[in-house]
């Protein structure tokens, strides 16, 4: 997602939207990508009123999104610790609610993508080297029952 960012040295945030999980802010978001919402296309053959068939297309099922988020490393573990509540052998996986809200220059709200029954699908926190200095980005896709934009 493309949009106005601040800079802190190397650290590149975002400015122009916010992040929340069960209400709660995420802090060092880099971007988010994948806010997208299809509709598969179903073709159906229908009888017209002289009794021809005619085919038509018609909307299928809606396939939700998956939402890829880049957060700058962090010392807490909130994403890790939700991600490994999802994994199958869990029995208390735990789906959450995420809000991505876009915002105006003076900060108001202009547009809100809310996700429902939200879990983490892959967690990774990217490549590991003596040589590195720094936190390393965490990147994350949460997988979701439902998708509203409001």
Known sequence: MAGEMTS????VLAKDFTVQIDGIQLTMIKEVSGLESRVEVTKEVVNTADGKQVHISVPGVVQLPS???????SADK????WH?????????AEKKNVTIAE???DFSVKKEHVLT??????????????????GKDETFVIECDGYEIK
Do not use: E, F, M
């Open 117 to 134: 029954g939200c879990w983490v699908s892959s967690y990774n926190t990217g490549q590991l080297s003596a040589a590195g200095s720094g």
């Open 103 to 105: 915002h105006t220059s």
């Open 78 to 81: 909130v994403i890790a610790d």
């Open 67 to 73: 939402v890829t988020i880049v957060r700058q490393g």
């Open 8 to 11: 802190i040295g190397s650290l």
């Open 84 to 92: 490994r509540q999802c994994l199958p052998d869990k029995t208390d």
